[in-house]
């Protein structure tokens, strides 16, 4: 579980950004601030492993704040100039997200978050390769969306795909389904068109009895 501090300024938009972030499977929101001082404090006694900053707070600037969390940041603010990307940037946000934004484009960046993390935690010293792969994580999932087939939703293509991303294992589409919330005909569907698509690759499980089921995995290419 990944426990993310919400820091903003408005009480109401803190709850919205809480309530995207708490929806997210793997995702728990840990507390809310409202005040530089107050995410300071609450970031020094509950240790989130990720916060939501906001620049326009009312005791400090976010962007001051920034480079004393020890946390990974990704920015949530109407702050568009690009002295404050560049500067929220330059201090180590992971991402920075004008406001307002929706849901899907958050869950897109804790989706791509989580990727990372999950890439880096190894014990073992990294390869090239494998930093690369984490950073490729962090950032090409926004640059290299998959494309909803005709006749389906890009909402539901996309949860399929984050789904078989995620996998580190083959998954049959009764388990896509479970971990999706849509039906199993429907994850077929889904899983048919990415695989025809050339994203999904498909195997088939043999069992002691029965019919082969068949098994999705997302295409590394």
Known sequence: MIDVLVVDDDFRVAQVHAGFVAALRGFAVTGLAHSAAQARSMAAELRPALVLLDVYLPDASGLSLLPE????????????????VREALRHGALHYLIKPFTAAALNERLTAYARYREALSGGSELSQAALDGAVRALYAPLHARTPAPKGQSPVTTRLVSDALRRADAPRSAAEIADEVGISRATAQRYLAALAEAGRVVVTLRYGATGRPEHQYAWSPR
């Not at 969390?69 to 404050?84: E, G, K, N, S």
């Open 69 to 84: 969390l020890d946390a990974d940041v990704i920015m949530a603010t109407a702050a568009a100039d690009p002295r404050a």
